[in-house]
């Protein structure tokens, strides 16, 4: 896909933004849509100063930075992402709205236009059943910061068509990403069944107080060389978006060992998802 089309992005929150930010700086006109103003009020301040970043490390100019910025429109209508040449799509991790929203991209877009997901763990052939181009759906599951991970998982699903595929590589190619494709359509995909058993036993340990949070999360850095602690990463994706990731996988995988650890669904209960909410198992300076 050449750096020249126009892609949507539905759903401008947390990946969403930082998918806005990738589309843009790479060239693309953008249209970024969500529900809320609350949240394009957010996304704009995230990808103004993200493109600053950039432009501090010498990626592109101040003019560019300002450049890639104006390429964005940022609207409430879902409508306005009628002449996409591709939507991605980041809005809830949940069936229903998933598919709703599917259902609604299906009815706009031209024909030959693709839909891609940002799921992290849902049936990409179930979302494309709320669409009549089941061929033309596929994912794109990009990791958090959107403009910082260098790879995306790309499942697709049971109908997906190679020529979507390959439609979706070269896209993640033109972001300047690395494309990984999940041959098989299984829950979570590849990265959130490492990732989602990490976030489970570290909860498990502390509901079993074997050792604090912050002792968990040391011995993970500091003992096993990973570059963040299970809770860290907790907080940094959004507990309520753990949360939805695991309950999809345990219900889908009909596996107990998925089920959700207490203190996830305690947090998530109490509002505290995490840096979006600026705090989650730990506290956070919010703007
Ligand atoms: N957070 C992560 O680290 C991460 C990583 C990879 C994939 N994902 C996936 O990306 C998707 C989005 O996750 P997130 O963390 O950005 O969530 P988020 O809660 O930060 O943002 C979701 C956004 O979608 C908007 N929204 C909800 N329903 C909508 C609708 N029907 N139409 C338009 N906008 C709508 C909300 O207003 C919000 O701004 C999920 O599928 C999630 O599983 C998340």
Not at 68 to 83: E, F, G, P, Q, S
Not at 218 to 233: A, C, R, T
Request: aromatic letters at 8%; one cysteine or more; glycine letters at 8%.
């Amino acid at each position: 896909m050449e750096a020249t089309g126009r892609i949507g992005v539905l759903g401008t929150g947390t990946m969403g933004a930082g998918i806005v930010q990738l589309a843009a700086q790479s060239g693309y006109e953008v249209v970024a849509c969500d529900a809320t103003v609350e949240s394009l009020e957010r996304a704009q301040v995230y990808v103004r100063q993200g493109l600053s970043r950039f432009a501090d490390r010498g990626a592109f100019s101040e003019d560019e930075a300002a450049a890639h910025y104006d390429r964005i429109h940022w609207t409430t209508l879902v409508d306005d992402l009628k002449d996409s040449e591709a939507v991605i799509e980041a809005i809830v991790e949940k069936v229903a709205p998933k598919k709703e929203a599917f259902a609604a991209l299906d009815a706009l877009l031209a024909p030959d236009a693709c839909i891609f997901t940002n799921t992290s763990s849902i049936s990409i052939t179930d979302l494309s059943s709320a669409t009549g181009r089941p061929e033309r759906v596929c994912g794109t599951h990009f990791f958090t910061p959107p403009p910082v991970r260098e790879a995306v998982e790309i499942p697709r699903g049971l109908l997906t068509s190679e020529e979507t595929v390959e439609r979706a590589k070269a896209l993640i190619t033109s972001f300047g990403k690395l494309p990984i494709v999940v041959q098989k359509d299984v829950p979570g995909f590849v990265a959130n069944r490492f990732l989602m058993p990490m976030i489970i036993e570290a909860c498990r340990l502390l509901e079993e107080d074997v050792a604090s949070k912050e002792d968990i999360d040391l011995l993970v850095k500091k003992g096993l060389g990973f570059p963040i602690g299970p809770f860290e990463l907790g907080d940094f994706i959004g507990l309520d978006v753990a949360l939805d990731v695991t309950t999809y996988v345990h219900d889908e995988l009909d596996e107990s060992y998925y089920n959700p650890p207490r203190i996830l669904k305690e947090m998530v209960r109490a509002g505290r998802l995490g840096h979006k909410t600026g705090g989650g198992f730990y506290d956070y300076d919010v703007d």
